[in-house]
T-cell receptor, first 114, second 114 residues
Framework: GENVEQHPSTLSVQEGDSAVIKCTYS??????FPWYKQELGKGPQLIID?????GEKKDQRIAVTLNKTAKHFSLHITETQPEDSAVYFC?????????????FGQGTELSVKP | DTEVTQTPKHLVMGMTNKKSLKCEQH?????MYWYKQKAKKPPELMFV???????INESVPSRFSPECPNSSLLNLHLHALQPEDSALYLC?????????????FGDGTRLSIL
């Protein structure tokens, strides 16, 4: 079955720096890759997603890149702010999985220091 | 604010109690999900409903009983739970039928079993 590995598990940056979180997946048939941000006491919030027919997607300070050949995708946050501090989860979903099952990475705890 | 509403936010119950968790969405989504999340771990899928019918049960113990009374509501009935069932229970919804539809999560019910 699909397996998603996420690195690093913790990441500390200074405010204004960039942060990069990387994920690799095992099933080449996966075609949808969302990223979720989870703040303390809240549920996961979808922040950006990418489909397998696209190589890069941007939304203001957030971008995601996908390399289908290498089976990895990355989240890039520029000009980080303290409110970006949270746990970030990547996920992958299989093309033929009509049940909608997401396979999550183990999460990255991002800390942005003022 | 999340568009998936879960009640209650917190629940403490004994091992012999019966309680229910509720989830509501008004986005017109016809797929709804229950996840369990332990601290510092990714969400684990429990159940998927598609068009109000149970489509996936991830081998969840029978002390958890899901119900989808209509397209906007999802319940999780709890009975004779164990201390290891203490966790954050998340509800999510999405459009069904397409593997690349985003799932939107509620903020969860934090459950503690005494």
């Amino acid at each position: 079955g699909e397996n998603v590995e996420q690195h690093p598990s913790t990441l500390s940056v200074q405010e204004g720096d960039s942060a990069v979180i990387k994920c690799t997946y095992s099933d080449s048939a996966s075609n949808y890759f969302p990223w979720y941000k989870q703040e303390l006491g809240k549920g996961p919030q979808l922040i950006i997603d990418i489909r397998s027919n696209v190589g890069e997607k941007k939304d203001q300070r957030i971008a995601v890149t996908l390399n289908k050949t290498a089976k990895h995708f990355s989240l890039h946050i520029t000009e980080t702010q303290p409110e970006d501090s949270a746990v970030y989860f990547c996920a992958a979903r299989h093309t033929y999985n009509q049940g909608g099952k997401l396979i999550f990475g183990q999460g990255t705890e991002l800390s942005v220091k003022p | 604010d999340t568009e998936v509403t879960q009640t209650p936010k917190h629940l403490v119950m004994g091992m012999t109690n019966k309680k229910s968790l509720k989830c509501e969405q008004h986005m017109g989504h016809r797929a709804m999900y229950w996840y369990k999340q332990k601290a510092k771990k990714p969400p684990e899928l429990m159940f998927v409903y598609s068009y109000e019918k149970l489509s996936i049960n991830e081998s969840v113990p029978s002390r958890f009983s899901p119900e989808c009374p209509n397209s906007s509501l999802l319940n999780l009935h709890l009975h004779a739970l164990q201390p290891e069932d203490s966790a954050l229970y998340l509800c999510a919804s999405s459009r069904p039928g397409q593997a690349d539809q985003p799932q939107h999560f509620g903020d969860g019910t934090r459950l503690s079993i005494l």
